[in-house]
């Protein structure tokens, strides 16, 4: 699915929420669920708090559906949620727990094309990033976003966000490059 069929169909989706449409909810939920977990667990590094955000995300995505204007940026407007939810939640516990190395592999989304070894060479990868690279990288890969979105989403000059991604692709690559070479 290309980027715009992509943004028409979680667009629609959020359409039809509003209008009572039961399975819109559904498609929606199965088309942004694993970039708004990524992008949780990116900012509050706990599995279990992550988790709940994600529920409580699509709650509140539920309830503000009336309110969606269609400007063609469906999931920022997702991940602002959730961005706000997280703040909301680490001002309140006032925590950041680290996620532990062995438990990255645990929340990469199973992909039908990695295998398991892939899967831990991408986990063991994501650990070598600082938590913005992380945090870009798989808001760029897991949740499809462009820079420029990624760049509101976090505040942050583009030029920023474009450096730290690049770096972050350098890092993995040069440990693939070491793990293709033992």
């Known amino acids: 699915m290309s980027g715009h069929d992509h943004t028409r169909t979680l667009e629609l989706s959020l359409v039809g929420i509003a209008a009572g449409q039961s399975d819109a909810f559904e498609v929606l939920y199965q088309e942004t669920h694993a970039g708004v977990y990524a992008f949780a667990l990116s900012i509050l590094k706990n599995a279990h708090d992550a988790q709940d955000i994600l529920h409580d995300t699509f709650l509140k995505v539920y309830d503000t559906a009336p309110t969606y204007t269609p400007m063609g940026k469906p999931m920022a407007w997702i991940l602002t949620i959730t ?33 398991r070894e892939e899967r831990i060479v991408l986990s063991e990868g ?22 420029r979105q990624i760049s509101e989403l976090l505040s942050l000059p583009l030029s920023t966000v474009l450096s730290k991604y690049r770096r972050a692709i350098k890092k993995l690559e040069q440990l693939l490059g070491k793990e293709t070479d033992e």
Do not use: F, G, M
């Open 126 to 147: 994501l650990k070598t990033l600082s938590d913005q690279e992380r945090q870009i990288v798989l808001l760029h890969a897991v949740s499809d976003l462009k820079h």
């Open 83 to 115: 961005r706000n939810l997280c703040y909301s939640h680490l001002r309140e516990k006032q925590k950041t727990a680290e996620i532990a190395p062995e438990e990255w592999d645990l929340h990469i989304e199973p992909r039908e094309d990695l295998n």
